[in-house]
C-alpha cells in the first residue's frame, strides 16, 4: 500500500492538530523516501531506492507562491504552511534555503499563518537541519516510544543507527524549544506484540520528557490506512488518560482524536 502525495503543493486540507493546514512536499512526488519506515505511514513503506528527482528550490518557491496568491484572493488564508508529504522533508538537500523562502513568502502574504515542520528527528543533529527547524514556528519532532525495542519496531530506522539515548540527547539541544509528536498503537509485526501504551512504556515516555522538556506535547494514534494490518487504534479516551498523566508533569498535551 503506497498513498503518496502527488504533488509539492497539496490542501489545504483541516488537520486534526494544525487547523487549515497547506501542505508542501519536498520528496518526489513519485516515491517515499525517509530515513525511517514506520509501520503506521499513509504513505506506506519506503520506495527502492534508485535516481528521483526532489523539486528544485525555486520550483516550490514559485508554485507555493502562486498557491498563497490565490488563497489570498479568495480570502481562504492557510492556519499554517505544514512541510511534510512523502517521507522526511529534512532529507531535501535545500531544506534550509527552502525554509528560509517559505518563511519571507509567510511574512509577505499570510503572516498571520504558522510555518510548521513534521519531522522523524533522525537529522537534527546536522547544524543546517537544527538551524532550520530552530527557525519555524512549529517544529514538530517524532518520538513514539522511549524503550528501544518498541520504537525500532514501530519506526523502523534506516541505515544509521539510531536508539533511544541518542534521540533525547539530540532533542535536549533544542532547550525546549520544540514540540513533540508520539503515535500510539497497538498490534504485531515481525511475530512481534507492540504496545506503547503500556505502563511500562509510558512511565519511561514521561520520563524522557522530563528530559526533554518540550514545550508541547501531541499525542494521537491511527487515523488512516497503514501498511501493516494488525495496527489497532487507540481510541480517544485513552489518549486523554494518557495526556492527563504527562499533563500531571507538567506538560502542556494536546490530543487528536
Not at 508541547?216 to 498523566?245: C, G
Request: glycine share 6%; aromatic share 6%.
Amino acid at each position: 500500500m503506497q498513498n503518496l502525495f502527488d504533488q509539492v503543493i497539496f490542501g489545504p486540507i483541516h488537520s486534526r492538530r494544525l487547523g487549515l493546514s497547506l501542505g508542501v512536499n519536498l520528496l518526489p512526488v513519485d516515491a517515499k523516501i525517509c530515513s525511517f519506515d514506520c509501520i503506521y505511514c499513509e504513505c506506506g513503506f519506503n520506495t527502492s531506492m534508485k535516481d528521483f528527482n526532489f523539486p528544485m528550490r525555486n520550483e516550490v518557491k514559485v508554485i507555493l507562491t502562486r498557491k498563497l496568491s490565490l488563497m489570498v484572493a479568495a480570502g481562504e488564508l492557510p492556519d499554517v504552511i505544514t512541510f511534510a508529504g512523502n517521507g522526511e522533508p529534512t532529507l531535501h538537500p535545500d531544506f534550509e534555503g527552502i525554509i528560509d523562502d517559505t518563511i519571507a513568502l509567510r511574512n509577505e502574504l499570510c503572516p498571520s499563518a504558522k510555518v510548521s515542520v513534521l519531522s522523524n528527528s533522525t537529522r537534527v543533529h546536522k547544524p543546517h537541519i537544527f538551524s532550520a527547524l530552530q527557525k519555524v514556528d512549529n517544529n514538530i519532532l517524532k518520538f513514539d516510544s522511549a524503550i528501544d525495542r518498541t520504537m525500532k519496531l514501530i519506526d523502523q530506522p534506516v541505515g544509521k543507527h539510531i536508539d533511544v539515548a541518542w534521540l533525547i540527547a539530540e532533542l535536549q539541544k533544542f532547550e525546549g524549544n520544540l514540540i513533540i509528536q508520539t503515535m500510539f498503537l497497538r498490534g504485531e509485526h515481525q511475530g512481534e506484540k507492540i504496545d506503547n501504551t503500556t505502563d511500562i512504556e509510558i512511565n519511561a515516555w514521561i520520563e524522557a520528557l522530563k528530559k526533554i522538556h518540550p514545550k508541547q506535547v501531541m499525542i494521537y494514534s491511527l487515523d488512516r490506512e497503514t501498511p501493516i494490518q494488525s495496527l489497532q487504534k487507540v481510541e480517544v479516551d485513552e489518549l486523554n488518560a494518557i495526556a492527563e498523566r504527562a499533563r500531571a508533569s507538567g506538560f502542556e498535551v494536546s490530543v487528536a482524536g
